[in-house]
């Protein structure tokens, strides 16, 4: 005996008939009896009282209309025979397809933003690129900040190993409003893998990045020179030694870069960024608490000599990230520095990734 969603049905022990309102799993049906009660029945408990009628009910409708997986080429619904479960078709997805993704474990994604020009960012629009640089794949979805709490959704997609996919297009006049992101993301293979947890988070590239120039380096994902942004880590096999940790907290980079990572623009206000890149020549083998421990050691730094240079305002720029930075840079002023106010910087200027300290 077959039978499909509509079909007319007497029940084989007991007085009575109703519709097959719903086809379930282990050979039984959802019933409706005449009293508006729906029964799940074994099929073989069921004696078949007339095939579909076309002109159904507006709910035996719906539930048609919900069942589209049911439905075969000819456009007809697909009707399941008693003696056994008909089994959906295995469908091999696309993001399963392709060659057996790289060995290894390492989780890589880069933000990069590519200026047409990159001497002079604010003469032309920027690119701005997703890169995965790891071995394993990446379902992604990015949006853009409209507020503090809306989010504006900007692409979605996969990426495999070794690729690129172009996010979309900074016009000229967004640069000097600098850009927040938010990224969900979910790494695997298309083999056996280690399972990598799902990360979300924030992202905050400032104006005052973006229109700099130095900001921008020969890298091995462009021809033209790029900001790259870290948004995961690669694992790293090198284990730094204690004086290289050391040396990268204690010595300051180049006279060039130093005066931008800390930019006193006037007598009343400094700016400190705590980008890493800002602080070390090479972090490519440290680890996140050593990047970490190098930034607060940059922000107790500046922050007691600005102290005693009498300034009296100070800006620092942590970026967004994972907020743990942040968090930390906020717990250093609410014990160590309780005397001192502080907030978030401006957001036109700085996005969310900002905190400004005031000394007097």
Not at 49 to 56: A, D, L, R, W
Request: glycine fraction near 6%; hydrophobic fraction near 40%; include cysteine.
């Amino acid at each position: 005996m077959e039978l499909s969603v509509g079909s007319r049905v007497k029940f084989l022990n007991e007085v009575g008939e109703g519709t097959v309102v719903k086809i379930l799993i282990n050979n039984q049906v959802l019933v409706e009896t005449k009293d508006g009660f729906d029964l799940p029945c074994l099929i073989s408990d069921l004696i078949l009282s007339s095939e579909p009628n076309k002109k159904e009910n507006s709910r035996n409708s719906a539930i048609t209309d919900t069942n589209e997986s049911l439905l075969n080429k000819g456009g007809k619904p697909e009707i399941l025979a008693a003696s056994k479960i008909v089994e959906p078709e295995s469908n091999s997805s696309s993001q399963l397809e392709g060659d057996k993704d790289p060995d290894g474990e390492s989780v890589a994604l880069l933000l990069a933003l590519v200026p047409e020009n990159s001497v002079h960012p604010t003469d032309g629009k920027m690119r701005m690129f997703l890169v995965n640089d790891g071995s394993y794949r990446a379902f992604y979805v990015i949006s853009r900040a409209e507020t503090s709490a809306h989010f504006q959704p900007l692409d979605a997609g996969m990426l495999e190993p070794d690729t690129k996919v172009l996010l979309g297009v900074i016009s000229q006049t967004d640069l000097p409003q600098g850009i927040t992101l938010n990224f969900q993301l979910l790494f695997f293979k298309n083999r056996e893998f280690t399972l990598k947890p799902a990360e979300q988070f924030n992202i905050s590239v400032s104006s005052v990045k973006l229109l700099r120039p130095g900001a921008y380096v020969v890298n091995d994902f462009f021809d033209e020179k790029a900001m790259l942004v870290k948004l995961t880590e690669k694992d790293t096999v090198e284990i730094p030694e204690p004086e290289k940790i050391k040396e990268a907290m204690l010595l300051p980079k180049s006279a060039a870069t130093q005066s931008t990572a800390n930019k006193v623009v006037t007598p009343e206000m400094e700016e400190v960024d705590l980008h890493i890149e800002e602080l070390v020549d090479d972090y490519s083998t440290l680890t996140s608490k050593e990047i970490l421990d190098i930034q607060l050691a940059r922000f107790t730094t500046s922050l007691e000599g600005a102290i005693k240079s009498k300034v009296k305002r100070i800006v620092f720029i942590h970026g967004v990230g994972n907020g743990k930075l942040k968090f930390e840079l906020r717990k250093l002023l609410d014990t160590t520095y309780a005397k001192l106010r502080y907030q978030d910087a401006s957001f036109k200027e700085y996005g969310y990734g900002a905190t400004l300290v005031m000394l007097k």
